[in-house]
């Protein structure tokens, strides 16, 4: 755990107390989760009760608390992938991956994670992975668009 | 770059970038978007670059890759500046052949144009493509023609002329009295008119005063604040400096969602360009009048868009919604007077500054004024932005600009105003979108989603879709929202498993009538919407699952079955080998039968039964037949088969 | 600070600037249900349950008296068939996490509120944050607190600063409306300190 990272981080935001959630957000695109130090740090050097930094922590979605695979599988439910058939090609992720969305495996190979919307209706169902675009996924198709990572 | 300090110094400024950009100078603008990136944009422009740069071309045509033109549907979307050429779904391997027949050749790559898929006729420019032809963009028109990270493209195509002529020749009243005049409506969800919020923010007594953008779009299935942001983030900067200036406030906050990293790029970029170009800063072109900008990153949760929400959020909170008892443009962000508005808001005001109301009010109809950007998606053919008068009836931007339901479907709904909008049938075609006409029919403007769903789409399945993403988004502080959205998913989620009661229409109703009348905010007062506007429109669909156990649409899993027909089955073995369950039994050339024991509706076999056997039959509310006895399944060759 | 006057259920009602419409009309002995309310501490508005209805005449507004601002001349209405009706749901919905709480026994009697009218929900905490509110706005320890939102939202102490502070405080636990906050509490000690 880099703690003069986490330092710089807050130092970058010139240490307000306001500026806990964007805070957090660099601390958590840096490391790809929140350490426990991190946020304790976070409360000693804002000045921001521990309690309020966990409920930011839990409370949006872009937080973890846990650290997180090698391959960020997002599978998008935005509405244009529902009516697509998004809710199938989830089911089939689960079952190839053997993960629930949230979950992270025990290799940290995958994690899975349904996401709002990509933006990228046009080509719905879409599922991404490691930022990289899939799109016109159907569940016939779910396996080789999985296929491929290590 | 030396700060401007004086309009005279911006006009010679703007001259000096006319001068040397020609505007018969060959331009190849390349749209990268999120959507033509996913279709592979990024390669496409790298492509042009080096095809270029191998024919010695680099320093005469220029490469561009450019903001969301909106047709998602056909991207890569390509466009060839001066003559206008519009490409559609480029691939690398075409660049070479644009280079040399169009850029170096003069002519017109034909098969890389728009085909009418009825006519046949191609189309070599935009605005000839029926899916632009119908549109009016005064937002969108730039996208494609500037580079979203250089201010000078924005300054070439006159941006930032607004802001100088509010500083120099409006003042804030005249301003306010323009955009009150205008009549324009938050393009965010609510419609509140922005002169009279922007009004009650400037004659509030207290100070300082916030000016916020809006740009926690979290509607799914909704994208144009994103369009906006990444390929035009200087206009929306423009609104709002002017919004600033005019209210009084000296600082404004960008709230941008962090799943958005191209936007918070661009628009964080953007700032640093007009603050070293003397547009943002202290004494803005000599004006007297400071205004600095900062950027806030969602962290991801829907329920900020709701503007209490986003402020708590803006203050290091986390986005629980306050009482809207005193109005935010009085007391807002940390108590004091707020302006908060939408991304395409904003992007309105250096419009309204510079064509006037009187231009802005002829356009749409009297109740809502001017354009809007709605993301048309769904099971529809155009999928992609657009943005057209207000007051267009919904089957034209559907038919005529959308191109219909793809695949012979019937269409069956419109789905508008995100998540807690409601689903408009067929017999309503006719509406003419505005805000009030929305809410009367029982759905809203929102945010301008707009999704089409045909026959396949259980509106059931579709109410519980929007109240299970309005429970995983609600903030949790009040009861009617948090409890009643959670009961009220688990009732949709049963009559969708089949396991629906009597009577559990009429608690849906409770439950609905609790979280309008007595929820927190906006969120909770809106989120019966879509369970209500189905009930109202498709109540027979409830009433099929409830007593009938059956999905007429086909559509919720739990209520369908998949059978094989014997009479169709060739024996291929394609789909017993995809079932995930293992739940096909089959050899070759014996006819297939599956396991409903082992079934669990997946569907896949009938998405890869090959379309001439077609022999996966689907069924809901109906006995599946018994396989045949197995002696029977031996198939007799038919004469004809391979 | 100046008087209003404002007339609720039909009386004539004096409350000061700075009030809300609940403690207005509790000033005046006038009842309205709450279960998220507490005088010491700043105004939640997350029960919804002491919503009333507000009469301008031409029109009515249905608000939540704890955090409407009392205001002159307003002409208030804490009970009517629409209120008792939402009063009725939301204890509903409250009595599917605590159906032994006394308070929420009591309300729902006087609602008519049907206790089994929801499936059973596993957590008997109805979020009305009393706890978590009272120990950082009067004890300012912030020894407990919310985690997540939603229906996943639920109470959780801090163990490295319940360890220090909670055993000899314990203020909070009186002011929860179910047992809930003691069971929260009687779980930590068991694995945090060992009981």
């Keep these: ?133 899939h799109g016109n996924v159907s569940t016939g198709k779910t396996e080789d668009v999985l296929s491929g990572y290590e | 770059m030396t700060p401007l300090r004086t309009p005279e110094e911006l006009a010679a400024y703007r001259q000096r970038l006319a001068d040397d950009r020609p505007a018969d100078r060959p331009c190849v603008s390349i749209c990268a978007g999120a959507g033509c990136l996913a279709s592979g944009a990024g390669e496409v422009i790298a492509a042009f670059e080096t095809e270029l740069a191998a024919r010695g071309l680099e320093a005469d045509v220029d490469t561009r890759g450019t ?101 120099f020749d409006m003042g804030p009243e005249e301003v306010l009295e323009e955009v009150k005049k205008s009549n324009i409506r938050g393009r965010g969800g609510a419609g509140f008119p922005a002169g009279r919020k922007w009004e009650g923010s400037r004659n509030a007594k207290d100070e300082p005063r916030y000016v916020i953008v809006n740009a926690d779009e979290g509607d799914p299935g909704a994208f144009m604040d994103r369009a906006l942001l990444e390929g035009n983030p200087h206009s929306i900067l423009e609104g709002l400096i002017i919004g600033g200036y005019t209210i009084g406030a000296r600082e404004g906050y960008v709230y941008v969602r962090q799943e958005y990293p191209l936007a918070v790029t661009n628009v964080t970029l953007a700032i640093r ?33 709701e503007s209490t929400a986003l402020m708590t959020s803006l203050e290091g909170r986390v986005g629980e919604p306050r009482p809207k008892y005193v109005r935010s443009n009085v007391k807002g962000l940390w108590g004091k007077p707020t302006v908060l508005n939408n991304v395409e808001t904003w992007a309105n005001v250096p419009l309204i500054v510079n064509r006037g ?74 509406l003419e979108v505005g805000f009030d006409e929305l809410t009367e029919a029982g759905s809203m403007m929102g945010s301008g989603g707009m999704i089409v769903m045909d026959e396949d789409n259980c509106m059931v399945d579709v109410a519980r879709y929007f109240i299970d993403f309005l429970t995983e988004e609600s903030c949790g502080k009040c009861v009617p929202c948090r ?160 | 600070m100046s008087d209003l006057r404002m007339r609720i259920d039909g009386r004539e009602v004096t409350a000061t600037e700075g009030m809300s419409v609940l403690e207005a009309a509790r000033g005046a002995g006038i009842s309205i249900p709450t279960l998220c309310y507490h005088e010491a501490l700043e105004p939640h508005g ?60 009591e ?5 008519g509120a049907d206790r089994n009218r929801f499936e059973q929900e596993a957590s008997f905490c109805i979020h009305c944050g009393l706890c978590v509110r009272y120990c950082a706005e009067v004890k300012k320890k912030d020894a407990i607190g919310f985690i997540d939102r939603g229906i996943r939202k639920e109470i959780a102490f801090l163990p490295e600063i319940a360890a220090r502070e909670c055993e ?18 009687v779980l930590l000690d068991a694995q945090a300190f060992g009981a």
């Design chain 3, 107 to 111: 309300l729902a009697e006087e609602y």
């Design chain 2, 273 to 305: 360009q007009a603050e070293e170009y003397g547009l943002l800063g202290e004494d803005i072109l000599g004006s007297g009048f400071d205004f600095r900008v900062m950027v806030h990153k969602g962290a991801g949760a829907f329920v900020c868009g």
């Design chain 3, 168 to 185: 000899d405080c314990k203020e909070c636990f009186p002011l929860c409306p179910t047992s809930y906050l003691q069971a929260a509490w």
């Design chain 2, 67 to 167: 903001g969301c033109p909106g047709f998602c549907q056909r991207g890569p979307v390509v466009v060839l500046h001066p003559e206008g050429t519009c490409y559609l779904q480029v691939k690398p391997e075409d660049v070479p052949e644009i280079v040399t027949s169009s850029i170096q050749g003069g002519q017109v790559v034909t098969r890389l144009l728009y085909e009418d898929p009825v006519t046949g006729e191609r189309a070599v420019h935009e605005n000839d493509i029926p899916f632009y032809r119908h549109q009016e963009r005064t937002l969108l028109e730039h996208n494609i023609r500037i580079d979203s990270r250089s201010i000078d493209d924005y300054l070439a195509i006159g941006g930032y002329s607004a802001l100088e002529k509010a500083l």
């Design chain 2, 483 to 642: 409890e009643g959205l959670r009961q009220m998913h688990r009732i949709l989620s049963n009559i969708c498993e089949g396991k629906g009661r009597e009577g559990d229409i009429e608690t849906l109703e409770d439950l609905s009538e609790v979280a309008m009348e007595a929820s927190l905010c906006a969120l909770g007062k809106s989120a019966p919407n879509p369970f209500l506007s189905t009930l109202r429109y498709f109540r027979d669909e409830y009433e099929a699952h409830i007593t009938e156990k059956r999905c007429p649409a086909l559509s919720c899993k739990a209520l369908v079955s998949y059978y094989i027909d014997p009479d169709k089955c060739r024996g291929c073995l394609i789909c017993m080998k995809k079932c995930p369950s293992q739940g096909i039994e089959g050899v070759r050339k014996q006819i297939h039968v599956i396991d409903q024991e082992k079934c669990d509706a997946c569907g896949v076999c009938f998405e890869v039964c090959p379309s001439r056997y077609d022999a996966v039959v689907k069924i809901s509310g109906e006995p599946v037949p018994d396989p045949l006895p197995e002696e029977e399944r031996m198939i007799v060759k038919v004469a004809g088969d391979e």
């Design chain 3, 46 to 105: 997350g029960c919804r349950l002491c919503i009333v209805e507000l009469d301008f005449g031409d029109w009515t507004q249905l608000v939540v008296s704890c955090v409407y601002p009392a205001r002159a001349d307003l002409v208030v209405r804490t009970r009517s068939e629409k209120i008792d009706r939402l009063r009725r749901t939301i204890l509903e919905l409250l009595l599917a996490h605590a159906p032994d709480s006394e308070p929420l026994r």
């Design chain 1, 1 to 133: 755990m880099d703690l003069d990272r986490v330092d710089e981080i807050i130092d970058n935001h010139r240490g307000e107390a306001s500026s806990v959630i964007q805070v957090m957000l660099d601390i958590q695109t840096e490391m790809s989760w929140l350490p426990r130090e991190a946020l304790t740090r976070v409360n000693e050097r804002l000045g921001v009760p521990l309690s309020r930094v966990r409920h930011i922590a839990t409370f949006y979605k872009a937080f973890s608390l846990v650290p997180k695979g090698r391959h960020q599988v997002h599978v998008c439910l935005g509405t244009a992938c529902h009516v697509r058939g998004a809710p199938r090609v989830l089911d089939t992720v689960e079952e190839l991956i053997g993960l629930k969305p949230g979950e992270t495996d025990l290799d940290l190979k995958f994690s899975l994670e349904t996401v709002n919307c990509l933006g990228c209706c046009a080509l719905g169902p879409v599922i991404e992975i490691d930022g990289k675009t």
């Design chain 2, 357 to 430: 109301a009187d231009w802005f009010t002829g356009i749409g109809t009297e109740g809502s004024t001017g354009t809007k950007i709605f993301s048309l998606v769904g099971k529809i053919v155009n999928t992609g932005l657009v943005e057209v008068p207000m007051g267009m009836p919904l089957k034209d931007i559907i038919y005529e600009i959308g191109g219909g339901i793809p695949g012979g479907k019937k269409f069956k709904a419109v789905q508008t105003g995100g998540p807690s909008g409601g689903c408009l049938p067929e017999e309503l075609l006719h």
